[in-house]
């Protein structure tokens, strides 16, 4: 059972938005700035889209933006397009862990 | 360009030892903390260990400590995880990745892997 809880799956259309949840406590998403999320495609290796809550790593496209509220952090990917569809991870640092934790992972399909 | 290249996929034995490792080129060996991170099939990523191989400072999650080991040769770039005894529950696809855009002090550690290596396909199998 992972320590930061997300969505097996969400769907979405083409050209649309959409959003995935990751949430935690108050001892790690709540009670730091240090949230990432990483896209993962099948058979390949994980790609950084969002730190620090917000922030974009040079080249990751503008379509994808991250937030927080209490102990809730969000992607949200806007104007949805086929190459979208993968798997999605939040990470945030925790008080209680000696490295950074994981959520679960969701499924994004685009329709 | 800056990036990690990962050993080739292995099959061992429950019980065999085995070594991977993860060449970082294109930057600064030395001076980025490195990670390991472990996919079972099917699931999702876990955190094995980091390494500083400036000073090969080497933390652990609870989860993987004591079954594994990490270790860095700066002189060669490398980054290593070494298995001493296999277990099945070992096979998974394990990736090597750096860090730029963290930090890592005595107290917290918020690190960001922002560079990721292809991968290693460990399978262990009677």
């Known amino acids: 059972q992972s320590a930061l809880a997300q969505p097996a799956s969400v769907s979405g259309s083409l050209g649309e938005p959409i959003t995935i949840s990751c949430t935690g406590t108050?001892?790690?998403?709540?009670?730091?700035?240090?949230v990432s999320w990483y896209q993962q495609h099948p058979g390949k290796a994980p790609k950084l889209l969002i730190y620090?809550?917000?922030d974009r790593p040079s080249g990751v496209s503008n379509r994808f933006s991250g937030s927080k509220s209490g102990n809730t952090a969000s992607l949200a990917i806007s104007g949805l397009q086929a190459d979208d569809e993968a798997d999605y991870y939040c990470?945030?640092?925790?008080?209680?862990?000696?490295?950074?934790?994981f959520g679960g992972g969701t499924k994004l399909t685009v329709l | 360009e800056a990036q990690l290249q990962q050993s080739g996929a292995e099959v061992k034995k429950p019980g065999e030892s085995l070594r991977i490792s993860c060449r970082g080129s294109?930057?600064?060996?030395?001076?980025?903390?490195i990670g390991w991170v472990r996919q079972m099939p099917g699931r999702g990523l876990e955190w094995v260990g980091i390494?500083?191989?400036?000073?090969?400072?080497?933390r652990y999650s609870p989860s993987f400590q004591g079954h594994v080991t990490i270790s860095a040769d700066k002189s060669i770039s490398t980054a290593y995880l070494h298995w001493n005894t296999l277990k099945a529950s070992d096979t998974a696809m394990y990736y090597c990745?750096?860090?730029?855009?963290?930090?890592?002090?005595?107290?917290?550690?918020?690190?960001?892997?922002?560079?990721w290596g292809q991968g290693t396909l460990v399978t262990v199998s009677s």
């Open positions: 990745a750096y860090d730029t855009l963290g930090y890592c002090s005595a107290t917290s550690c918020p690190l960001v892997f922002d560079h």
């Open positions: 294109g930057y600064t060996f030395s001076n980025h903390w």
């Open positions: 390494i500083y191989p400036g000073d090969s400072e080497t």
């Open positions: 108050s001892s790690d998403i709540g009670g730091f700035n240090s």
């Open positions: 620090d809550v917000t």
């Open positions: 990470s945030s640092y925790s008080r209680s862990s000696t490295l950074k934790i």
